[in-house]
């Protein structure tokens, strides 16, 4: 499968938000609702923030959402705050037990 | 508290093999899905494999189907992942991740991760 399609960076200020859209195909993101999104900070592995394109783990700020149409899936992050500056990336379920990760962007808090 | 420790990584030569372990604790092992996921220095992550909870479903991508096996022993909570014939493009952290219970999330919980490194 090839790598879903993520801007490779979004910047903003603290309080602002910003939102990073992740587009697949019809036999991934358009077909399932089983988006994840994952944060990692330089060096550390990778949390899961939002699956099932719009739940939250316990433990995750409200201020991260998801949300999907056709096969773009979006994740937002509300009132950007300075530890949230870290590598986002969106998965997406693509049948026969299959996964494929997005190329990744870069959240920098200016 | 959940922990998955990987272990096995190193150095080794263009067409060697190595063999991962995963360690998993705090949750009931048997019970879920596996994966590996790698990610190779400086680059983004990538599916690597999928066990089901008992063994009966084995998935793996095509960039290393053929090479990689993976398998799990429940009654040691362990996972592995056999790789042979490893290339220079198999550098790469590789991560063991437990799956979400349901629906179909990759990973609810990682592991550090261990590094492998294909070179001569």
């Given at each position: 499968q090839s790598a879903l399609t993520q801007p490779r960076s979004v910047s903003g200020s603290p309080g602002q938000s910003?939102?990073?859209?992740?587009?697949?195909?019809?036999?991934?993101?358009?077909?399932?609702?089983?988006?994840?999104?994952?944060?990692?900070?330089?060096?550390?592995?990778?949390?899961?923030?939002?699956?099932?394109?719009?739940?939250?783990?316990?433990?995750?700020?409200?201020?991260?959402?998801?949300?999907?149409?056709?096969?773009?899936?979006?994740?937002?992050?509300?009132?950007?705050?300075?530890?949230?500056?870290?590598?986002?990336?969106?998965?997406?379920?693509?049948?026969?037990?299959?996964?494929?990760?997005?190329?990744?962007?870069?959240?920098?808090?200016? | 508290e959940v922990q998955l420790v990987e272990s096995g990584g190193g150095l080794v030569q263009p067409g060697g093999s190595l063999r991962l372990s995963c360690a998993a604790s705090?949750?009931?092992?048997?019970?879920?899905?596996?994966?590996?996921?790698?990610?190779?220095?400086?680059?983004?992550?990538?599916?690597?494999?999928?066990?089901?909870s008992s063994s009966s479903t084995i998935y793996n991508a095509d960039s290393v189907k053929g090479r990689f096996t993976i398998s799990r022993d429940n009654a040691r909570n362990s996972l592995f992942l056999q790789m042979n014939s490893l290339r220079v493009e198999d550098t790469a952290v590789y991560y063991c991740a437990r799956e979400g219970i349901v629906g179909a999330t990759l990973a609810d919980y990682w592991g550090q991760g261990t590094l492998v490194a294909v070179s001569s």
């Amino acid at each position: 499968q090839s790598a879903l399609t993520q801007p490779r960076s979004v910047s903003g200020s603290p309080g602002q938000s910003v939102t990073i859209s992740c587009t697949g195909t019809s036999s991934d993101v358009g077909s399932y609702n089983f988006v994840s999104w994952y944060q990692q900070h330089p060096g550390r592995a990778p949390k899961l923030m939002i699956y099932d394109v719009i739940r939250r783990p316990s433990g995750v700020p409200d201020r991260f959402s998801g949300s999907k149409s056709g096969n773009t899936a979006s994740l937002t992050i509300s009132g950007l705050q300075a530890e949230d500056e870290a590598d986002y990336y969106c998965c997406s379920y693509a049948g026969r037990y299959t996964y494929v990760f997005g190329t990744g962007t870069k959240v920098t808090v200016l | 508290e959940v922990q998955l420790v990987e272990s096995g990584g190193g150095l080794v030569q263009p067409g060697g093999s190595l063999r991962l372990s995963c360690a998993a604790s705090g949750f009931t092992f048997s019970s879920y899905n596996m994966n590996w996921v790698r990610q190779a220095p400086g680059k983004g992550l990538e599916w690597v494999s999928y066990i089901s909870s008992s063994s009966s479903t084995i998935y793996n991508a095509d960039s290393v189907k053929g090479r990689f096996t993976i398998s799990r022993d429940n009654a040691r909570n362990s996972l592995f992942l056999q790789m042979n014939s490893l290339r220079v493009e198999d550098t790469a952290v590789y991560y063991c991740a437990r799956e979400g219970i349901v629906g179909a999330t990759l990973a609810d919980y990682w592991g550090q991760g261990t590094l492998v490194a294909v070179s001569s």
